[in-house]
Nanobody, 125 residues
Framework: QLQASGGGSVQPGGSLRLSCTVS????????IGWFRQAPGKEREGVSS????????YYLDSVAGRFTISRDKNERTAYLQMNSLKPEDTAEYYC????????????????????WGQGTLVTVSS
């Protein structure tokens, strides 16, 4: 139901944009976001957009560098990642939470109903 793309390899300081397209068979009302998981580390919520008021959540370590957006007509969300650091290296997963939902202070994985396949982001010199 979720098709993610845009991962790749980039040098520190570089940029990438991830995209996530939601299937037309998914109900229209949902929050959308991204989790990531680096090798040997726990999964963490990176960013999300509320289904209620389009408010945005960012993990502290990416705030100011990453920007999430969505095009509701195209059923696509984007994660623009700038000033990438080696610690951003991870598999990134697009997720949606069906119905009214917003993240407030954190981004619990259990709140998200549908997970896409991962797209790998590697930041290395």
């Amino acid at each position: 139901q979720l098709q993610a793309s845009g991962g790749g390899s980039v040098q520190p300081g570089g940029s990438l944009r991830l995209s996530c397209t939601v299937s037309q068979f998914t109900p229209d009302f949902y929050a959308i976001g991204w989790f990531r998981q680096a090798p040997g580390k726990e999964r963490e919520g990176v960013s999300s957009i509320s289904s209620v008021d389009d408010s945005k959540y960012y993990l502290d370590s990416v705030a100011g560098r990453f920007t999430i957006s969505r095009d509701k007509n195209e059923r696509t969300a984007y994660l623009q990642m700038n000033s990438l650091k080696p610690e951003d290296t991870a598999e990134y997963y697009c997720v949606i939470a069906l119905g009214p939902y917003y993240d407030n202070g954190n981004m619990p994985a259990r709140a998200y109903d549908v997970w896409g396949q991962g797209t790998l982001v590697t930041v290395s010199s």
